[in-house]
């Protein structure tokens, strides 16, 4: 018999009848106009700890959220931006800059900066929630009838921290982010009708995992590899790869199943793994934590991955924000390094109605605000793209914080009939985006030095022609060599041209360093907008 906590239950209640008054806030997420909020960002990544180190300096991934301060145009709207550890004066002073019409001081006095002062590796929101003044703190800095929480991601901690703040969470409730994993994503799209790679349920061991993959190979014969997920993995690096072409002699109808099983559970030590360092050792002591899938590899010569991006307001209704083509490294084109904004125009309608699909779906589920769907879309020459959909983000993803930079930055208009972004001029707007301009020369450069070379070589994005860099993930750059950038432009071209600028500029200034070599050579971002990888 299950025993349930009546405590969780009320926390759950409260949690919800706190997200019912969003249907009188929500509208000045979005808007600028002169209505009073406060709004609270915490940038927590409550995600699963261990497969979030896999990525180069996640612990400033609090950043990405950064662009948030842009709602401080509203000159009504009061900010609280809470990170682990304080931010470089420099990084905020650089945001503030970017607000057209708003006085710098003006802005500065409606912002409040809060840490924990803890870079342990914990969740922010556990961080927050474990020091009780510091909560009281943030209380008493809102005015809580006027007030909503944002975030990265909802889970059981932002779900804590809104009930013992009063403040309503704008994101889906903790208990519906199983929707955004490997397996909850395969369960949407076989509901929603969206057509996706064959594949597996959730298991928990390794025996089931290969029990499963043979059993994937049986249906599909002809299949040549097959992709191993971690339910719960992260921008692909919870993934893996297994080569079902060395094993041919166990095919099926070449041999038992009891064989093509044996066969492929010894062959789950030659996984080839996207995540650097990863090995069969730990990947599979992951299973029991966090349950595993395996998926079709979708095959083809010529590839690409775009994604769309919604939103479900809290009145339900489900709307496309918009369509990327990814970029993608690593061993197999698995690893999210940035995006180009809008997708291809062969196939972003498709998307956009396939983002509804799911989008409905989700809502039909209780889900709210951001979701991402991405996809594999492979040229079948006359026939067209095929499109098959991969995962959902439940949550603020890669694509999120350089579309919505352009949209704060702009005030502009995203067009369903095309999928264009218009500004207000009515000019149509593209970007090249990227977390990952990662190279080792780049070590050692502090953010004031950042600074002075984006004022030197005049890279900043200029508000009268609405074109140039936004930069991002700073405070990663003097230990990593890492740097988020988006480059805006009005065309494709302009926007790949201003990108490159920015990447010869920085290794102009860093030659003296003599280190020319990319921390992770095979993670080199592609910059050419035609050549896809």
Known sequence: MTTINLSELEQCDQFRHLQLTLRERWKTIELFDNSEADILVVPSLSIDQRELQKISGCEHYEERLLFSLMRLRNPRT???????????????????????????????NRLLLLSTYDSSLKPLSQKILERPRLLERIRQALRLEKSFMICYNSASWEGELSVKLGVPLYAAAPDLQIWGSKSGSRQIFAESGVPHPDGSKKVW?????????????????????????????????????????????????????????????????????????????????????????????????????????????????????????????????????????????????????????????????GALERFGVDFITVDQGKQGWDIQAIEINLRKGGTTHPFMTLKLLTNGRYDLSTGLFYSQQGRPKYYIATDNLQKDRYRGLLPNDLMDIIAHHRLHFDSGTETGTVFHLMGCLSQ????????????????EEIYNKVVKVLDEETRSNNRDLPLFSDYAFPVSWDGYE
Not at 209 to 215: D, G, H, K, Q, T
Not at 480 to 495: E, M, N, R, V, Y
């Open 78 to 108: 009061r900010l609280i931006y809470v990170t682990s550890v304080p931010l470089h004066p420099s990084i905020i002073e650089y945001y503030l800059q970017l607000l057209p019409g708003i006085p710098f001081s003006h802005a500065r």
């Open 205 to 365: 061991n390794s025996a089931d995992l290969a029990e499963v993959a043979a059993e994937l190979w049986e249906r599909q014969p002809t299949l040549q590899r097959i992709v191993v997920k971690l339910n719960e993995g992260i921008s692909g690096e919870g993934n893996a790869l297994l080569d079902l072409r060395p094993i041919a002699s166990v095919a099926p109808e070449q041999s038992s199943h009891a064989e093509r099983v044996a066969t492929i559970s010894d062959r789950f030590s030659t996984l080839r793994f996207q995540a650097k360092q990863e090995t069969w050792e730990n990947f599979s002591g992951r299973i029991p934590e966090l349950g595993a899938i395996v998926e079709a590899f979708v095959e083809g010569e010529i590839k690409r991955s775009p994604s769309v991006q919604g939103r479900i307001t809290p009145t339900g209704e489900v709307e496309i924000l918009s369509t990327h083509d990814q970029i993608l490294g690593g061993p197999d084109g698995q690893i999210y390094l940035g995006c180009r904004f809008p997708a291809d125009e062969s196939y972003r309608l498709q998307l956009q109605q396939l983002g509804l699909k799911v989008g409905r779906k989700l809502a039909e589920k």
């Open 480 to 495: 990593f060599g890492k740097l988020g950038l988006t480059s805006i432009g009005d065309s494709p071209q302009q926007a």
